[in-house]
């Protein structure tokens, strides 16, 4: 991943610095969520952190999302290191709106929120003490399903053989830039359904990365009629299996199964 070629995809929309330095930030890519965004963001500011960053990635929302959240940014400017929105000229897709937040941030460590999901306090602080204790590469939680369903994830401890019968990660996850970068960010799929996070993951792998999974609900996500929970069908799934068989042959062989959220 070039950060130069990245950020020319994109625009500041707001930008401020308290000139404090923080260790982490919030990518937080958005597309078309102005009605829940809000409930991300607020749950950044709830969060126990001394200094936090946040950085929204405004994928050409033709909803006023990204000014919305310019708003609340401003609104909050005090509780953030630095805090920025982002704007694609384009619609670039999840991946790229990821990509454009690390881009765009320079905090050693990195949390992937989608617009439509939710934090829960302790979650960043527990999370960065558990990376900076362990040395892993990335860390993550369980998941408490809210919204059309109410349940708990599939998360569990890191193993990469696990990832053959599917993926059990969710893309919610605080990660070192430096593995990120490693790894050449997110990669832009042939079929943009949520599988981002799951190659991410084969990716890690193969590069002999760890991660820690911390067995408590720290993260919320969203279930939704748009939500990728819904959106993984039968009708993407072979076409989309195939090409992550293509991308991590010696990973995934041909014994998976199955991709859980």
Avoid: K
Avoid at 55 to 77: C, K, M, N, W, Y
Avoid at 167 to 192: F, K, S
């Amino acid at each position: 991943m070039q950060s130069y070629d990245v950020r020319r995809l994109s625009e500041i929309a707001y930008d401020a610095d308290n000139g404090v330095t923080a260790e982490l930030s919030v990518v937080v890519p958005l597309y078309n969520y102005a009605d829940v965004v809000i409930e991300a963001l607020n749950s950044v500011v709830e969060q126990d952190l001394t200094a936090v960053s946040a950085i929204v990635v405004d994928d050409a929302s033709t909803d006023r999302g990204g000014e919305q959240a310019a708003r609340f940014l401003a609104q909050h400017s005090e509780r953030f290191a630095t805090a920025r929105v982002v704007r694609h000229h384009r619609n670039q897709g999840l991946s790229m709106a990821r990509n454009s937040g690390i881009a765009w941030s320079s905090e050693p460590y990195l949390f992937m929120l989608d617009a439509d999901n939710r934090l829960r306090s302790p979650a960043l602080s527990r999370l960065l003490a558990a990376l900076q204790c362990s040395g892993a590469a990335f860390g993550y939680s369980q998941l408490r399903w809210f919204g059309e369903e109410d349940g708990i994830g599939v998360a569990d401890v890191w193993d990469p053989a696990r990832l053959s019968t599917g993926n059990y990660i969710d893309a919610m996850a605080l990660i070192r830039r430096d593995a990120l970068l490693a790894a050449g960010g997110y990669a832009t799929l042939a079929d943009d359904h949520g599988w981002e996070d799951y190659d991410l993951w084969c990716r890690f792998a193969e590069l002999g990365f760890d991660g820690v999974f911390l067995p408590e609900l720290l993260c919320e996500y969203r279930v939704h009629g748009a939500s990728m929970l819904r959106s993984r069908t039968n009708d993407h799934f072979d076409a989309l299996m195939a090409e992550m068989r293509l991308r991590h042959p010696a990973l995934l062989c041909s014994s998976v199964v199955g991709v859980n959220p």
